[in-house]
């Protein structure tokens, strides 16, 4: 099968697009690296050097908090989304296949959406004068109304919006796979509908949940705008302190330095949920 | 989980996601300038205003001119790059694929550092084609999935049956396998499109201060005064990625192109 695709296309194709990534995707990241270990101008941009003073800043108490305050949010937020979109996933497989489409839609254009909008909007429901304060006043359940935002509550709430889609879609392909005779067969035998998920459904979908996990954890440490807007400064992330030290404190080696160690521990993440799903294939 | 229960969860699910956006809607009906929700003095003059006010005007400008011009490039790239993995398939092709596949696995603002020290050292940044570009490698990632798929679906017996009819290499390429990507192609164009214009943070790092889009302006305005006018931006944005993302499920088998295998078509 493969010999009709083999030399199918001529053995030049591949240039222009090598090219372009090594030049704009490679090269930016080669630089990056480069301008980690180069020295600081205080008040100015970096000179060329080679020394690790931005690295050594990891082993500061400032340092460990934002990785701590980062760590705990994502992991909080990629516990939460998995547990809710498990069940949603299972549900939305099952359905028929236009029901499926319509609900990939919403899906999709909620992802789709820009933090920016996300975060301006649920600042906007949890908002005194346009949100939930408002329908809770209004019913009667407190006084008077109030804002909800910014709080670690508010900041959850955004961070879950922003990865519940996204879970759902990394869980999608592998509950899609599941073969539904063997539940089926599972009922017939006399188990209930709860014994069934809990002894066959749940089991042979453990490891594509540990790796959506994963995947989910990486993708909520790259939130970047949220912690700003629906959190209070102790809530800011790694990924806000880059952007704020490479724009706010022009200090482009420690915000490169930083986005050297996020980089590292994302390629490790991901490798992990790849490791995983390879041993998903050998088993079946 | 019975049935009902399974619609149950799923609709609850699905309104939780809708309600931020409901208000929102309903905030740019607001006839003041005030984000009251329900809406007071209903009316529409926010939209007209986002369409007459040149401070809105032209970072809507700016983003549309991005997503058309970055999308385009990130499938030109991710054409011959497909290709070429599809047709060798060897070690060396499936590193191209990581390749193609990583800028938009990894956490976008080290990609988007990367890109400020880039456009910085070449004496690019703050351009607009320093943004197009920037947004044109972060999404390659999207066509090059779409149209693998495609042509992972190729049926090997029609490029034989060309062959054999005497069709040459390019004829080949031309004729029979360009045309079953076209509709592949068409949904990598979309899905970078709608991505590119929700883009905020390389945007941000590589031009933010000269080359507005409308993603930076809204968060300027969340600093420096509210305006019923981001209600707008975000039901436009929301609409456009709904059209998009509902042609191509009209047209397309959106669950497959998702990764589903077994989808019944009853």
């Known amino acids: 099968m493969s010999g009709m695709r083999q030399n199918s296309t001529p053995g030049w194709l591949p240039f222009v697009p090598v090219a372009w990534l090594l030049l704009f995707f490679l090269v930016p990241f080669a630089i990056m690296l480069t301008v980690s270990v180069a020295h600081r101008v205080p008040g100015g941009f970096y000179e060329p050097g080679f020394e690790f003073d931005s690295y050594l800043r990891f082993f500061s108490v400032f340092f460990g908090r934002i990785l701590l305050t980062s760590i705990l949010i994502s992991a909080g937020a990629a516990v939460i989304c998995v547990l809710l979109a498990f069940p949603f996933t299972l549900s939305l497989a099952r359905m028929k296949q236009r029901g499926q489409t319509i609900v990939l839609v919403i899906l999709l254009s909620v992802l789709s959406l820009s933090e920016v909008i996300i975060g301006f909007s649920l600042s906007t429901l949890l908002s005194k004068t346009a949100g939930v304060g408002n329908l809770l006043a209004a019913l009667g359940f407190i006084e008077e109304s109030r804002a909800y935002t910014p709080s670690l509550f508010a900041l959850m709430a955004g961070m879950c919006y922003l990865a519940l889609p996204y879970s759902v879609l990394v869980l999608y392909p592998p509950v899609s796979r599941l073969d539904p005779e063997l539940g089926e067969a599972a009922r017939m035998m006399g188990a209930s509908p709860f014994q069934t998920f809990r002894t066959v459904t749940v089991p042979m979908l453990r490891k594509p949940m540990m790796g959506a996990l994963i995947l989910v954890f990486v993708f909520t440490l790259g939130v970047y705008l949220l912690p700003q807007v629906l959190g209070q400064p102790q809530h800011w992330t790694l990924s806000v302190h880059i952007t704020d030290q490479a724009i706010f404190q022009s200090n482009l080696p420690f915000a490169a330095a930083m986005a050297v160690l996020l980089l590292l521990v994302s390629l490790a993440m991901v490798g992990l949920s790849l490791l995983l799903g390879r041993d998903k294939v050998t088993d079946t | ?266």
């Open chain 2, 1 to 266: 989980m019975t049935r009902h229960l399974q619609i149950f969860y799923v609709t609850v699910i699905l309104l939780l996601l809708a309600a931020p956006i409901v208000v929102v809607a309903g905030v740019s009906l607001n006839g003041q300038q005030s984000l009251r929700f329900p809406p007071q003095d209903l009316s529409l003059k926010w939209y007209a205003e986002l369409f007459r006010n040149s401070d809105w005007l032209v970072p809507l400008r700016n983003s549309l001119i991005i997503a058309a011009v970055s999308s385009l490039l990130a499938v030109a790239i991710a054409l011959p790059l497909a290709l070429h993995v599809w047709s060798r398939n060897n070690r060396l092709a499936r590193a191209l694929y990581v390749l193609g596949v990583a800028p938009f696995m990894l956490p976008p603002v080290i990609s988007a550092l990367g890109f400020l020290v880039f456009w910085v050292s070449i004496g690019m940044y703050g351009q607009m084609t320093a943004t197009i570009i920037s947004h044109g490698v972060f999404l390659v990632t999207l066509p090059v999935v779409t149209i693998s798929l495609g042509l992972a679906g190729v049926d090997t017996s029609l490029v034989e049956a060309a062959r054999t009819m005497g069709a040459r290499r390019g004829q080949v390429l031309r004729t029979v396998i360009l045309p079953l990507l076209t509709p592949y192609m068409i949904s990598g164009y979309a899905f970078a499109f709608v991505l590119s214009l929700n883009e905020y943070i390389i945007a941000y790092m590589v031009a933010g201060f000269t080359v507005e889009t409308l993603p930076i302006k809204i968060f300027n305005s969340l600093r420096y005064g509210y305006t019923p006018i981001m209600g707008v931006v975000s039901v436009i944005f929301v609409g456009l990625a709904a059209l998009a993302f509902g042609l191509i499920g009209r047209y397309g088998n959106l669950p497959r192109l998702l990764g589903a295998e077994r989808v019944g078509n009853d």
